[in-house]
């Protein structure tokens, strides 16, 4: 066995030095063969025995090497030779792949030769060099460190280490160097290099300076203009027609941006064509320096939350980096050359990115050239926007950015093109819309209407392929699908948003001398094209949706100008009422049930909805049988699904308000219990927006498991304009008490209104609908409600108007004839107030006030009439005292605190919310407050102190004589924000309660030391100049009144306290009023045991502090004596007082007596 084993390694050891015969006379081939052909024999012999070397060794083998043979018992000295020497063959196979450049299989043999042997130094060495030769430095030096701490004295790792740490620091200094700005746009310019790398250069270098805000460093190193003289170099190239627009890069050679030629050549070839791929990355790049990012901001989270409606309509705010940046680029591009260029592309021919298929004729940097036109134009259409936007005040009058905005909504083949065309537009049309009136009203020019004609048909081609996704639905996957119609709905979105803000500009009245447009004639020249027949049934589908979304954009941006042209177009109302019941080209085309005729129905019903916000309009509608109309549409549920059912049935319930004729028509065609109580279930069966029929399984499904399924916002907003337009009838009031149904439904409705709540999802205009309705279910017909004001408004009718001449004013008006009075908007009858008590009761029981906080305090904060709802739902709840600790509970006071913060624009409903919050504080222990509302509730009913009616006066005093009672930090609150002086403005009143209540808030504030220190000073002061302070003369006087005994026992019983501080007990007995303190004492009767104590523990706090000194003997002896004299009716601590007092009188009288009698012996 012993003579086999000799004779294998003698075989494979011959092998070996074949193998080095041939590498020395650099045959390296052959070499390479000899050693593959000794591997295998050493694989061989290893793989009899795999025990034997472990895991390690076995994982390094081949897949050749891994044939499973015969087992033979051979030594494990044996075995550890034949490992140790496949690891030297591996090692110098490695050289001689290393000699002929393939250092990848050099690398894989090096690393099969350190599992063989760990313990083998030139494995690492050669591995180092194939990993240098690669480049991967950093695994080269550990090789290298790995192979010195084997063999410290290794000379050839020590000098390679070395040279490969200076090749990395080289490498690092090169890489730093090329990340300079100036180098980065150095290569994005050099036309030597290829087109990749100069895009990557130029958005590489893009990103640096927005994230640095480097853009004014940008403009003065001339980086900007660099760039822009070389797109104007391009532009003028083309115009002139020496230059090759946009060549191909097969003439392009492959170079570094270090060779020296080639930067040479780059500077000097001014007249170089760019290539598309890289203008459009220079176009991006100057985008970069001139658009405001919002990330510019620092604090963008905060100012993201205010929503008020100054901060929406205040001058644009623009950094100044980039406002000079726009400055710079606009002496070097004007509009017109923007237009020039951007014809030239387009004329050359852009697409999506989603076009053909790249070949090697029209690819360019990874992408077809006309996507980088596209790209080219979407840069430069937005960089375009941003220069304008600095003449923002007179952009009507650019006809070259008027013309290459139109032009780019002419886009059809890139939607990018597209949408950078509104976006461009958008910018400067809101940047003047911020304006305001500081600067000439925007005039209707030529390119306006384009733009508007052209807006309205990117609306009607982004409408054409969304009401045709049944027909591609089995054409495309489901994401791409997906990602296609967002697509088209963000375009089709954003357009929309164009349109109203240029209409808005265009209808606005604050025009000076100059004539206002004709918007008549606009409107009728942008909507006549859609309402127009049309030959193909199914184009006029589409065509009719487009008319009716743009009339109601319309309605949205001017609702005067809407108004008039639908009273004008008598026909049309009737027109809109077939479309809303499905009736308008759906039969000939066969579109019902399609998604277009669904498109159709909802454009309808939105632009009804909003004419029946004038009486004119919905009796037109009333006229040609809308409630038959819409009542059979929404009975139809299986070709409805439940957003267009909510939509319909909202629809009915508006009409209901008409008046009585009306709403009886409208409860005989419906069922609204039905209705409202299928569209609940069906929310929240269903998930997403509820605008499509969820099929049966899934709803069964859901309803098992009990989930919690997500609203869609507009589903609920439509059951929730029902809701607020029900919500106004008495009848269906007195069914919510009666009715099975009624608690369900209002239970089921406050139970989504919470979830969308704390998630935040829901809109201001939702949440006002839905506490607005609460309020009008608590409402009853002798709540009277006024119209509201607002503080400041200018141009109102009722700004200067108070409360008794608004009283006034309606009494007149109830005595007019009635063919005087203005015609109704409405006609409702809320219910008697028994009604309202009952539903105030139901509404309580169902945690209304947990609803009603829950939208209140969510994120983002509700707008104003929200918080004036919610006020008047308070309110309401809260006349009822056994409502108050219910509604404390489930969260009514913060309700209140942040209703009231944000009404100081609506004095009325802020009232409101503070008299709820003075009447919860009266009647609720101010100890299950927490910390925040007791301090935040000082400042909020203060007010009420200084308020014209009484009972409000009355109810504040109260609710903050309360709160002065929980804590020293309350008191202070109270007493540095003014309510001292509140409540003394209370005093001087010929009301007895509002005095008394005035007294007793001051007795709670004198418990604070602070309050007694201050009052004690300016005794102190007033004193020195023999002065008396007003406020103490009062509390002296008050403490006589006995007429009025709340105000006689506050009186002394905040002097009992104020003269726990000694300052104040040394200078009272002065003033002339004190023996009033005395003579309460005498004619309090024994039954008056609040008032005697009281009275007791002043006289009690003066002598203790003239007991110390002889300047007040004589008024210490005269309270000794007013305590002698009643001590007949003390008792309990009145008793114990006067007896310490008496006591100690008689004891120093003792003491003087045994003084002053000689001594007998």
């Not at 077809?368 to 960089?383: N, Q, S």
């Not at 699904?641 to 319909?648: E, I, K, Q």
Request: proline letters at 3%; one cysteine or more.
């Amino acid at each position: 066995m012993e003579d086999l084993s000799n004779a294998m390694l003698a075989r494979l050891q011959a092998l070996k030095e074949e193998g080095n015969a041939e590498f020395k006379r650099g045959k390296f081939e052959s070499a390479i063969e000899a050693y593959s052909r000794c591997l295998d024999d050493a694989s061989d012999t290893l793989d009899k025995e795999p025990d034997v070397l472990g895991g390690a060794c076995a994982a390094s083998l081949s897949s050749s090497d891994s044939q499973v043979a015969e087992p033979r018992k051979e030594s494990p000295a044996i075995l550890k030779r034949v490992a140790e020497l496949k690891a030297q063959i591996l090692c110098n196979r490695a050289l001689c792949y290393q000699r002929t450049k393939q250092f990848a299989a050099a690398e894989a043999d090096c690393t099969r030769a350190i599992a063989l042997h760990p313990a083998y130094v030139k494995s690492y060495y050669r591995r180092a060099v194939a990993l240098d030769a690669q480049g991967r430095r950093k695994e080269c030096v550990e090789d290298l460190q790995t192979c010195l701490r084997l063999q410290p004295g290794n000379k050839e790792a020590q000098e390679m280490l070395a040279g490969v740490r200076d090749k990395v620091m080289k490498e690092e200094e090169t890489r730093v160097e090329e990340q300079l700005p100036e180098n980065l746009l150095t290569a994005g310019l050099n036309d030597v290099l290829t087109a990749s790398k100069r895009v990557a250069s130029l958005r590489q270098l893009g990103a640096f300076v927005q994230e640095r805000k480097l853009r004014r460093q940008f403009l003065r190193d001339g980086g900007l203009r660099r760039v822009a003289v070389a797109l104007k170099s391009q532009m003028d190239s083309e115009l002139e027609g020496n230059g090759q627009p946009h060549r191909s890069l097969e003439s392009l050679p492959e170079t570094t941006a270090s060779d020296p030629v080639a930067s040479e050549e780059s500077k000097s070839s001014a007249d170089a064509v760019l290539p598309v791929s890289v203008e459009a990355a220079c176009w991006e790049l100057l985008l970069s320096v001139v658009q405001q990012h919002q990330a510019d901001d620092e604090d963008d989270a905060n100012k993201a939350l205010q929503t008020s409606v100054e901060a929406v309509n205040a001058p644009l705010q623009v950094d100044a980096p980039v406002l000079e940046c726009r400055q710079a680029l606009s002496f070097l591009w004007t509009p017109n050359d923007f237009l020039v260029r951007l014809r030239q592309l387009l004329r050359a021919g852009v697409a999506r990115s989603d076009g053909l298929a790249a070949t090697a004729a029209n690819e360019e940097a990874g992408k077809l050239r006309t996507v980088w036109r596209g790209e080219a134009c979407d840069r430069l259409l937005r960089t375009m926007g941003c220069v304008v936007q600095l003449q923002a005040a007179q952009f009507d009058e650019d006809a070259s950015f008027l013309e290459a905005c139109a032009a780019g909504l002419e886009c059809i083949d890139s939607r990018e093109v597209q949408r950078a065309a509104v976006a461009a537009l958008v910018g400067v049309a809101d940047a003047r819309r911020r304006l305001g009136g500081r600067v000439a009203a925007v005039r209707l020019r030529h390119g306006l209407e384009k733009c508007l004609e052209d807006a309205l048909q990117v609306v009607s081609d982004a409408e054409h392929e969304l009401a045709g996704e049944d027909a591609r639905s089995q054409l495309a996957t489901a994401s791409k699908k997906s990602d296609r119609l967002e697509a088209v709905s963000r375009l089709q979105g954003q357009t929309e948003y164009l349109i109203i803000t240029l209409i808005a500009l265009l209808a606005d009245k604050d025009r000076g001398k100059e004539e206002p447009p004709d918007m008549s004639r606009l409107v009728d020249q942008l909507l006549s094209p859609y309402f127009r027949p049309c030959a193909d049934p199914e184009e006029s589908v589409v065509t009719l949706t487009v008319g009716l979304k743009a009339l109601r954009l319309i309605l949205t941006a001017a609702r005067e100008v809407a108004r008039a042209y639908l009273i004008s177009a008598s026909s049309i109302l009737p027109y809109l009422l077939a479309a809303a019941a499905g009736g308008v080209g759906t039969a000939q085309s066969g579109a019902a049930g399609t998604a277009a005729h669904r498109r159709q129905q909802e454009a309808a019903l939105e632009v009804l909805l909003a004419c029946m916000d004038f009486p004119e309009l919905r009796a037109t509608l009333l006229e040609a049988n809308a409630v038959p109309v819409f009542a059979k549409v929404c009975s139809e549920s299986a070709n409805v699904g439940c957003w267009m059912r909510a939509r319909l049935a909202a629809a009915l319930a508006r009409l209901s308000v008409h008046d009585e004729d009306v709403r009886i028509q409208v409860f005989d065609s419906i069922d609204f219990y039905d209705v409202l109580d299928v569209l609940v279930s069906e929310i929240r069966a269903a998930g997403g927006d509820g605008r499509q029929v969820a099929e049966p399984s899934t709803e069964a499904k859901n309803a098992q498991k009990g989930q919690p399924m997500a609203v869609g916002e507009e589903t609920f907003r439509s059951l929730l304009e029902i809701f607020f337009f029900l919500s106004l009838h008495g009848d269906f009031k007195a069914r919510l008490v009666t009715g099975k149904k009624g608690a369900r439904v209002l239970r089921t409705l406050l139970q989504v209104a919470n979830g969308a709540g704390k998630k935040g999802a829901s809109s201001s205009l939702t949440r006002y609908l839905l506490l607005q309705s609460l309020c009008n279910i608590m409402r009853s017909r002798e709540d009277r409600q006024r119209q509201r004001r607002r503080k400041g408004e200018v141009g109102s009718p009722l700004a200067d108007v108070d409360d008794e001449q608004l009283q006034q004013l309606e009494e007149l008006f109830k005595k007019l004839p009635e063919g005087a009075k203005p015609a109704a908007n409405g006609e409702v009858d809320l219910g008697d107030k028994a009604l309202a008590t009952q539903l105030r009761d139901m509404l309580l029981d169902l945690n209304v006030v947990h609803a009603i906080a829950v939208n209140v305090c969510a994120t983002p904060p509700p707008s104003s009439n929200v918080l004036c709802a919610a006020a008047q739902a308070l309110k309401f709840l809260c006349e009822d005292s056994r409502h108050r600790g219910r509604a404390v509970q489930e969260g009514g006071i913060r309700t209140l605190l942040v209703a009231a913060s944000g009404l100081e624009e609506f004095p009325d409903d802020q009232r409101n919310a503070r008299q709820a919050a003075a009447q919860l504080c009266i009647t609720t222990n101010p100890a299950l407050f927490s910390y925040r509302e007791s301090l935040d509730l000082v400042p909020c009913l203060a007010p009420l102190l200084k308020d014209r009616h009484e009972l409000l006066q009355y109810e504040g005093a109260l609710a903050l004589t309360n709160l002065c009672a929980l804590s020293e930090e309350v008191r202070m609150r109270a007493w540095l924000g003014g309510v001292w002086e509140g409540f003394e403005d209370l005093m001087f009143g010929e009301n007895e309660l509002l005095r008394a209540a005035g007294l007793e808030g001051w007795c709670n504030l004198s418990a604070s030391p602070t309050v007694q220190t201050e009052i004690g000073k300016k005794m102190e002061r007033f004193a020195a100049e023999k002065q008396e302070v007003q406020d103490v003369k009062l509390l002296l006087a008050f403490t006589r009144e006995t007429n009025n005994p709340r105000a006689q026992s506050a009186a002394v019983a905040a002097l009992a306290m104020l003269l726990a501080n000694e300052k104040v007990a040394r200078c009272l007995p002065a003033y002339s009023l004190f023996g009033n303190l005395a003579l309460s004492l005498e004619e309090a009767k024994a039954e008056q045991e609040a008032l005697i104590v009281r009275c007791v523990s002043a006289l009690y706090n003066v002598w203790i502090e003239l007991s110390s000194s002889e300047a007040g003997t004589e008024t210490r002896m005269q309270i000794v004596k007013t305590l002698q004299r009643n001590q007949q009716k003390l008792t309990g601590d009145a008793q114990h007082l006067a007896k310490e007092v008496l006591t100690a009188e008689l004891s120093q009288t003792n003491t003087h007596t045994k003084e002053s009698t000689p001594d007998s012996s």
